[in-house]
């Protein structure tokens, strides 16, 4: 055998050690990360599970309260967002557990059809993806929140399924709540924004001497790029949409009728009104499979969140936060023993499950 040979060798016995040992490191890495640290009547939630919920938490502190955790005050919050994790955890649990019971399930399908149902209420993906990562949520994590909600849905009407609404109760709410039924006057709106005062005058000469239409006049001419392929349309709008200097002119103008150059802040609108819708009130008859909806939801929601807290108190909960599994320390191991090779001039703190 020659010397091109035995190194031959040794290369392919090199590549098979490097996949058995990163096949071991992704096992350990695994198996760490699915140790069970919380049990809900001896359901498994897992260290991964855990941390995801705790940030998510965490994460709503910050967004919604402005809580800075790494001052004094915010370090104090830090028993309350675990409480709040595992209290989340435990209920999903015992919502998952309860629907596979009485036989509910989700399918991708279902996921999948609301997921894109969401998305569409966007004008691009990417805006989409951007509003989901401000929410610290990915495509994949997402469609698990989408999962979790139909589920729950599926539940609530299941166990709130001897709920009823009387006719009074419907004349009540539709009494109590009519603003919800009552919409404004509306008007098709069609607009121009031009900056320069001059070039304003000149457009609206233009399109008043039925030289251009006001559709290709804002093709041509608008600098408002959201409306300017459209022919100016704003669609239907009611009062306080546009700039009150421009509403004050634009919502009396007759049919088609075009206004002069309107100034604003932002420029020079001129504005046309196609057509009108006055405002009117839905009537009862017609709001009342809404309004038998909303109480039913609103009964259901309130069996369900007692029964759940009911569930909840009762179900037993064990908590194992020590990392003292096999799994944690031999990640740890591996970490400690990266850190003799790499960077030793940098201390880093060693992997735990109660890391903040």
Do not use: C, H
């Not at 040794?10 to 640290?37: C, D, K, R, S, T």
């Amino acid at each position: 055998m020659g010397l091109k040979g035995t190194f031959q060798k040794i290369f392919i016995i090199l590549v098979i050690i490097g996949a058995l040992i990163g096949g071991l490191i992704a096992f350990i890495y695994y198996q760490m990360n699915n140790y069970p640290v919380i049990k809900v009547n001896g359901l498994s939630v897992s260290r991964a599970d855990y941390k995801d919920q705790f940030k998510k938490v965490k994460d709503q502190y910050v967004m919604y309260f402005g809580v800075d955790f790494t001052t004094t005050e915010g370090k104090k919050l830090l028993s309350t967002v675990r409480e709040e994790a595992i209290k989340g955890l435990a209920q999903w649990k015992i919502i998952e557990n309860e629907a596979k019971r009485r036989g509910i399930s989700v399918s991708n399908s279902e996921i999948e059809s609301k997921y894109k149902e969401i998305e569409k209420q966007f004008s691009t993906k990417l805006q989409f993806e951007m509003a989901l990562a401000q929410y610290g949520l990915t495509p994949s994590t997402f469609r698990k929140e989408i999962k979790k909600s139909l589920l729950s849905s599926k539940l609530i009407a299941e166990i709130g399924k001897d709920e009823k609404v009387s006719e009074n109760e419907m004349k009540k709410y539709y009494e109590e709540n009519k603003y919800l039924f009552e919409n404004p006057k509306q008007y098709k709106v069609s607009i121009i924004l031009i900056k320069d005062e001059k070039k304003a005058k000149e457009v609206a000469k233009e399109i008043k001497d039925k030289k251009i239409s006001f559709a290709d006049a804002a093709k041509k001419y608008s600098e408002d790029s959201s409306t300017k392929d459209k022919g100016g349309d704003l669609g239907y709008i009611s009062s306080g949409y546009l700039p009150s200097e421009v509403e004050k002119v634009t919502f009396t103008l007759s049919l088609n009728q075009v206004s002069n150059p309107i100034k604003t802040d932002e420029g020079y609108y001129i504005t046309t009104v196609s057509e009108i819708k006055e405002a009117y009130t839905v009537p009862y008859i017609q709001a009342k499979p809404e309004i038998e909806k909303t109480i039913l939801n609103e009964k259901r929601s309130k069996v369900f969140t007692k029964w759940l807290e009911e569930q909840y108190k009762k179900a037993k909960i064990e908590k194992d936060f020590s990392d003292k599994d096999i799994w944690m320390n031999l990640w740890r191991k591996l970490i400690q023993f990266q850190q003799m090779f790499y960077r030793k001039d940098v201390k880093t703190p060693l992997p735990s499950t109660e890391e903040s």
